[in-house]
């Protein structure tokens, strides 16, 4: 018993041998996938329409060999790329649907994401994140640029527009789009037919779609400076309507302005069929699943990125919703990210 017990203290520490490596060097990936982006490898490679050599890929992109090949390994070695013969037998680099995601206007492509998430301004709050944990009421954000994500992008135009600023109104806020736009993005950013089953099967909200075109949107006032904005305050609708979407909204703030903002979206629905849904990441902490990884990540850059956002629990989203009035909800698992939760007055 002793010895096996022995054996599995020295596998233990061996492993944390190992893992820690993925620690220290834990920017790697994103920093080597950036580069593929930057380099335009997947965009070539689709654009050739067949596997590429090492030395047809280094000269259509004007690379030396060498590094490139360094890249290559690398990516194929996570599975980004993969080794093929082409056509006349030369060993060559294929696409994956994982590297189809880093093409940059690709039908289901991330790049953009990927950009601003590794760019200058994103990663250096990451490294206050302890002055967050250690006051609550302390922006990480704003330890590392001295304001605050909304007024750094409305006062830094020349960092958001191509990327930052444009991206951030496509994704988070959609300001003035109906939910048509809303579902074409959700289907784009999560690749789900669960989720078009659910709308599928919902039929009030497909003859919304139908009949309204959806006649509802959500209007900020775009002449005030975001950090102004921020407050909810000025968040309203044109007329009542039988639905509310919110998709990737209510994360970014603290529970507080969910609060304001879904008492807004409550005054705004019917009261006796209208409903608000919400599309956005439920952490589940008693069922942990694939995508777990990937919302608990996402709590985390909600830390580092804004002052109050948050990924919530169930749990969290009941308060939230209680608190604004509503009667009751429901929630949705679909196999992505976000999860679907309907919202009843």
């Not at 994103?122 to 304001?147: C, I, K």
């Not at 009949?211 to 968040?235: E, N, V």
Request: glycine share 6%; net charge negative; charged share 20%.
């Amino acid at each position: 018993m002793e010895k096996t017990q022995r054996e599995a203290k020295w596998n233990e520490e061996e492993q944390a041998d190992v893992d820690i490596w993925k620690y220290i060097l834990g920017f790697t990936e994103m920093a080597v996938v950036r580069c593929a982006i930057e380099l335009g490898i997947p965009d070539t490679i689709e654009s050739h329409g067949s596997p590429m050599t090492l030395s047809e890929l280094s000269s259509t992109l004007g690379c030396a060999p060498s590094p490139l090949y360094r890249i290559m390994r690398f990516l194929m070695h996570r599975g980004i790329f993969k080794g093929t013969l082409n056509s006349q037998g030369s060993p060559g680099y294929a696409q994956t649907p994982l590297s189809r995601r880093l093409i940059k206007h690709g039908e289901h492509s991330m790049a953009a994401l990927i950009l601003l998430e590794s760019s200058p301004v994103l990663l250096t709050p990451w490294l206050s994140l302890s002055a967050r944990v250690l006051d609550d009421d302390t922006s990480s954000f704003e330890v590392a640029h001295g304001e605050d994500i909304w007024s750094y992008s409305a006062a830094n135009p020349a960092h958001g527009q191509p990327l930052f600023w444009k991206l951030w109104h496509h994704m988070i806020f959609g300001y003035g789009m109906h939910f048509l736009s809303y579902l074409s993005q959700i289907m784009t950013l999560m690749y789900s037919k669960d989720l078009l089953y659910f709308l599928s099967s919902n039929k009030d909200v497909l003859l919304q779609l139908i009949t309204q075109s959806m006649a509802m949107s959500i209007q900020w006032d775009t002449t005030l400076p975001m950090a102004y904005i921020r407050s909810g305050q000025h968040f309203s609708f044109d007329y009542e309507t039988d639905l509310c979407e919110l998709q990737w909204i209510l994360h970014d703030w603290g529970d507080n302005e969910c609060i304001q903002i879904l008492k807004k979206c409550r005054e705004a629905v019917l009261e006796n069929k209208g409903k608000v849904i919400i599309v956005d990441a439920v952490i589940e902490e008693a069922e942990i699943d694939e995508l777990t990884d990937v919302r608990l990540a996402l709590d985390m850059a909600m830390m580092a990125h804004t002052n109050k956002g948050k990924e919530r629990t169930l749990k969290e989203w009941g308060f939230v919703l209680g608190e604004a009035g509503f009667s009751r909800y429901t929630m949705k698992t679909i196999h992505a990210v976000q999860s679907v939760i309907e919202a009843f007055p």
